[in-house]
């Protein structure tokens, strides 16, 4: 079962961000990030997703000003 994250970070960008990407993806490690520490003071994981429109869906939910896929997973 492929599963889908979202990194929601409120720091990187004005108005925040909100990218989905693979779980697979060296930068999400299943919803740890590229750490593998969890959540950190600049943002959050949110998922698992069964599917790429439901990580979307949420994505578009956090009302960041920018909602995006990863560009190295490209989910």
């Given at each position: ?16 961000k ?48 920018r ?9």
């Amino acid at each position: 079962m492929k599963k889908f994250y979202v990194y929601q970070n409120w720091t990187a960008e004005r108005g925040g961000k909100a990218i989905v990407h693979r779980g697979s993806c060296s930068f999400c490690n299943d919803g740890q990030g590229f750490h593998k520490t969890g959540p950190t003071r600049n943002g959050r994981w949110l998922g698992p997703f069964e599917d790429k429109n439901a990580a979307l869906a949420k994505a578009r939910d956090t009302e960041s000003a920018r909602v995006d896929s990863c560009k190295k997973c490209s989910p």
